[in-house]
């Protein structure tokens, strides 16, 4: 299995700033993805990270809020810019496992927008 | 419009006793369906995978069955324990080879008591 790790795993920001959520992998992985959790909702994809390309976003999410990078097949980042507190929610990045259908997660991180 | 339902929204039982969480889902095509636990403050873990083919599925305490043609799950929970206490998530893929496309439920939200 992966092992996964996100920083940072809290945070409370204001609004119209932007911050910035890292997630590690302790494994290679081809294809990563980053979900959002609202208060009392589903997990929501945002988007798909595969290194060495643009990341590809699900309807009702743009690169100019979310910008990712995946610089290598071990680490990605999720920025999330001019915040208001509608996205305050809990952030979680996800890599598929080596087996049909596994997908491993990270803790998340618990961002509130003030 | 691809759906998955689960009831009850919340449960509260003893330690010790068996209870059973209900899905149902509106997803087509269909190719497999999920049960996560997601501890408070963790990301969701992978309990049980099953095809459309597949009727039961065991792992340790957390049995899940499947019936394709009613398009209904359930996740048993046998002799509870304290630790069980968490959210658990249904979630349906109608694709095997994309985990883009994966329905995810709101989850039941258990708590085992002493």
């Known amino acids: 299995s992966a092992v996964i790790s996100q920083k940072p795993s809290r945070d409370i920001c204001q609004r119209g700033t932007s911050l910035t959520i890292q997630c590690q992998v302790d494994?290679?992985?081809?294809?990563m993805f980053w979900y959002r959790q609202q208060p009392g909702q589903s997990l929501t994809l945002i988007a798909t990270a595969n290194q060495g390309s643009e990341a590809t976003y699900e309807s009702g999410f743009v690169i100019d809020k979310f910008p990712i990078s995946r610089p290598n097949l071990t680490f990605s980042t999720l920025t999330v810019s001019n915040m208001s507190p509608e996205d305050s929610s809990i952030y979680l990045c996800?890599?598929?496992?080596?087996?049909?259908?596994?997908?491993?997660f990270g803790p998340g991180t618990r961002l509130t927008v003030t | 419009k691809n759906q998955v339902e689960q009831s009850p929204q919340s449960l509260i039982i003893l330690e010790g006793k068996n209870c059973t969480l209900q899905?149902?889902?509106?997803?087509?095509?269909?190719?497999?369906l999920r049960w996560y636990k997601q501890d408070t403050g963790r990301g969701p873990v992978s309990l049980t995978i099953?095809?459309?083919s597949e009727n039961t599925k065991s792992n340790g305490r957390y049995t899940a069955t499947l019936d394709a043609d009613t398009k209904q799950s359930s996740l048993h929970i046998t002799a509870s324990q304290l630790s069980d206490s968490a959210s658990y998530i249904c979630v349906v893929s109608p694709d095997a080879g994309n985990n883009r496309k994966l329905i995810w439920g709101l989850g039941t939200s258990l708590a085992v008591n002493p």
């Open positions: 996800s890599v598929e496992g080596q087996a049909w259908g596994e997908q491993y």
């Open positions: 099953m095809t459309f």
């Open positions: 899905c149902n889902y509106t997803v087509s095509p269909f190719s497999n």
């Open positions: 494994s290679q992985v081809t294809m």
